[in-house]
């Protein structure tokens, strides 16, 4: 299925507005996630879903939106942040406030949030005042999210089997995250390019493997919200391949063990 230029400039400017994923040069990218939502709408090409995008479809336009986001992700991806997390920033956040408010920010289908309701679980059971928010801007993966259900190949990502067969429940060839861990964590759809006036004050946001969608411009609008987001003393972690320099100098980084986080500086307290 190859895309007419017209019909890819519709979808590029669509996602771009919407999300502010940049697709410029991605054709491939465009012909091979609108393939299944052409099949599944029973239309015959990407050319009767410009068709219907350019008669006002609002249903088809979230679809082709959330069909172009990438939810990548795994449990306790990149390990190193859970570990910072559980040996030094809740320990030290609990004992100074008594409680610590989480965002996972661009969560997908909630590995990352789950990691940390999982340790959480085992490393911090008695412990109140822990909150996690996960948010995405796609809800077709958020219900996936929240239903706590994963398959074989996804447990077998990145989650220790002591925990599998702690916190999961084999139903069939999926596993199901048990409700008492499920239930610490909630699920909010969220634009990040929108206003994040709707999220309360956080001490932990894991924005991680979001940002490299979004040119440079938005990339420091994005951290300039966060920054106001984010209390006084908190930790933002990035994905691996991500950094604060060269897009926003309101942040400073910090190496805790071998994981890498980010906090603001004074200056990057009061952002325009
Ligand atoms: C690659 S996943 C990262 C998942 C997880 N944070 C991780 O590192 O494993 C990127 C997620 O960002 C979400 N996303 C992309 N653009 C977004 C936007 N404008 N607002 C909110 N979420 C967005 C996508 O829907 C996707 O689920």
């Known amino acids: 299925m190859t895309v007419a230029a017209e019909d890819f400039e519709l979808v590029r400017s669509l996602v771009l507005e919407r999300s502010a994923i940049a697709l410029d040069g991605k054709e491939y990218l465009v012909e091979a996630r609108l393939a299944p939502l052409v099949e599944r709408e029973g239309l015959g090409s990407v050319a009767d879903l410009a068709r219907l995008l350019r008669s006002g479809s609002a249903r088809l336009s979230d679809e082709v939106v959330e069909a172009m986001t990438t939810n990548e992700t795994s449990f306790f991806r990149d390990v190193h942040p859970f570990e910072a997390l559980r040996t030094s920033i809740m320990p030290s956040l609990l004992d100074a406030n008594g409680r610590v408010d989480l965002w996972s920010a661009g969560a997908a289908t909630g590995q990352e949030a789950y990691s940390i309701a999982l340790m959480v679980a085992e490393h911090f059971p008695s412990r109140p005042g822990i909150s996690i928010l996960a948010t995405d ?43 008492q861990v499920r239930s610490q964590v909630t699920f909010k759809q969220l ?19 979001v940002l490299i969608y979004f040119e440079p411009a938005v990339k420091k609008q994005v951290l300039d919200k966060v920054a106001r987001v984010l209390r006084p003393g908190g930790y933002l972690f990035l994905g691996s391949a991500e950094t604060t320099y060269g897009v926003h100098d309101g942040f400073e980084r910090l190496e805790l063990g071998r994981a890498i986080c980010y906090r603001k500086t004074r200056e990057g307290t009061s952002c325009p």
């Not at 190949?153 to 702690?166: D, F, I, S, T």
């Not at 990040?192 to 006036?197: D, E, I, K, N, T």
């Open 137 to 179: 801007l796609s809800r077709a993966v958020l219900e996936r999210a929240k239903a706590g259900v994963f398959t074989q190949m996804e447990v077998n990502r990145g989650l220790p089997a002591a925990l599998l067969v702690k916190y999961f429940e084999r139903s069939g060839r999926e596993w199901c995250l048990r409700p």
């Open 191 to 209: 634009n990040l390019v929108g206003s994040l006036a709707s999220v309360p004050p956080m001490d932990i946001i894991m924005l991680r493997n």
